[in-house]
């Protein structure tokens, strides 16, 4: 059961995933919660304060996303990397797509408010780590990982902004990801 303070970040990443960042006020997560007036603002008193929430938030909820996957064997051939890569794109932009734009907002608002500048970059490490993981079977070069991460990040921002209908990552992933490790 999610406590209040859970709830009302919840409602918050919702509310920035799917309306963005100006529609993003105590206010309107208060109405949106249906919780009383005032309680947003009694958890997070500053617009930066609730920000910096939003992100520890994502990142705990990433961090349950990814808790139950980590724990199964890195992929032990090239086309079940391919695949991994590509479903976790395909997820983002699906599945995951309200808080992906959530996190997508805090990239450009990381820019000025230090706080979210550090918990992107942690979510970035933590990314280009797990990725990491995936690429240790192949040897490859560590490097390679934050290659494929940033990849991702542009084709899933790409598919966010102009979603094309019939996307599939895997063809791309193929190519780029059999490129990279060729070229080791």
């Keep these: 059961m999610s406590t209040k303070r859970e709830l009302?970040?919840?409602t918050a990443i919702e509310l920035l995933g799917s309306r963005g960042l100006r529609a993003l006020t105590h206010r309107a997560i208060?109405?949106?919660a249906a919780?009383?007036?005032g309680s947003t603002s009694n958890y997070f008193r500053t617009r930066e304060a609730l920000l910096t929430g939003i992100t520890k938030r994502l990142e705990e909820r990433d961090h349950?996303?990814?808790t139950a996957p980590s724990r199964l064997p890195a992929p032990g051939t090239l086309e079940e990397l391919i695949r991994a890569?590509?479903?976790f794109i395909q997820h983002a932009t699906t599945t995951d797509r309200v808080r992906t734009l959530a996190r997508y907002a805090l990239f450009a608002e990381a820019q000025t408010v230090a706080p979210l500048q550090k918990s992107v970059q942690r979510g970035h490490r933590r990314l280009t780590e797990w990725a990491e993981t995936m690429l240790a079977p192949f040897s490859a070069d560590p490097t390679l990982a934050?290659?494929?991460v940033d990849y991702a990040d542009g084709a899933i921002l790409h598919q966010l902004v102009s979603p094309a209908p019939d996307f599939d990552p895997f063809s791309s992933v193929d190519r780029l990801?059999?490129?990279l490790l060729d070229a080791r």
């Design 35 to 37: 919780i009383p007036a």
């Design 64 to 66: 349950e996303d990814w």
């Design 30 to 32: 208060d109405e949106e």
């Design 177 to 179: 990801t059999r490129a």
């Design 8 to 10: 009302v970040l919840d």
């Design 146 to 148: 934050k290659m494929l």
């Design 85 to 87: 890569l590509a479903a």
